[in-house]
Structure formats: structure tokens, C-alpha cells
């Protein structure tokens, strides 16, 4: 049974950090290309970061230079390091994981809510 489970949400003031987390059994963790998706109230589900099983990573132009992707193999675990955050990054942030034929699983979600 494939779980991805996330942790590390919360509510936090504009300009502060959070690290997210994201937990994986029941896959072969280091051949899968993991990511971060996040969903706003309204808004469809969007890419913030993705990092491939060869550490290769892209961003979100909207985060690039604020969050960061990386993967402890070890662990089974992707870390999302978000820092600088701002009010329009409160969402829900799934983790995803994907094969490499192709077959997704996804995570529950973290709120994660940047307001004074």
C-alpha cells in the first residue's frame, strides 16, 4: 500500500519559514521523481516544485528564489523549505510522487496559511 503523508503545515506571519515534509512507503523511492503541488481556495492545482531521481529540480516562477526542493533517499523523505513566504502562498500543498511510466500517487495535504 502506497502512503505519501505530509507534515510541517501550519499558520505563519508574511516574511516568516516553514519546512514541509513528505513521507513515502510502499514505492521504490529513490527511481520515483517527487513534487509539491499546492491548492488555493478557488484556484486550480498547480506545480510549485518537482525534484527527478537524478536531483534535477524545477520551480514555480512564483517560489524560485524563496522555497526549496530535496530528497533524503535514506528517509524516504522530500523536504519543501519555503522561506519568505507571502499571504498568496496559502494553500493546501500536496506531495506527489511519479513513476517512471508514469503511474502518480498523492499525499493528503498540509494547510499551510501565511497571515499576520
Known amino acids: 500500500q502506497v502512503q505519501l503523508v505530509e507534515s510541517g503545515g501550519g499558520l505563519v506571519q508574511p516574511g516568516g519559514s516553514l519546512r514541509l515534509a513528505c513521507a513515502a512507503s510502499?514505492?521504490?523511492?529513490?527511481?520515483?521523481?517527487m513534487g509539491w503541488f499546492r491548492q488555493a481556495p478557488g484556484k486550480q492545482r498547480e506545480l510549485v516544485a518537482r525534484i527527478t531521481s537524478g536531483y534535477s529540480t524545477n520551480y514555480a516562477d512564483s517560489v524560485k528564489g524563496r522555497f526549496t526542493i530535496s530528497r533524503t533517499n535514506a528517509k524516504n523523505t522530500v523536504y519543501l523549505q519555503m522561506n519568505s513566504l507571502k499571504p498568496e502562498d496559502t494553500a493546501v500543498y500536496y506531495c506527489n510522487a511519479v513513476s517512471l511510466v508514469g503511474s502518480g500517487f498523492w499525499g493528503q495535504g498540509t494547510q499551510v496559511t501565511v497571515s499576520l
Open positions: 510502499g514505492i521504490p523511492f529513490s527511481i520515483y521523481t
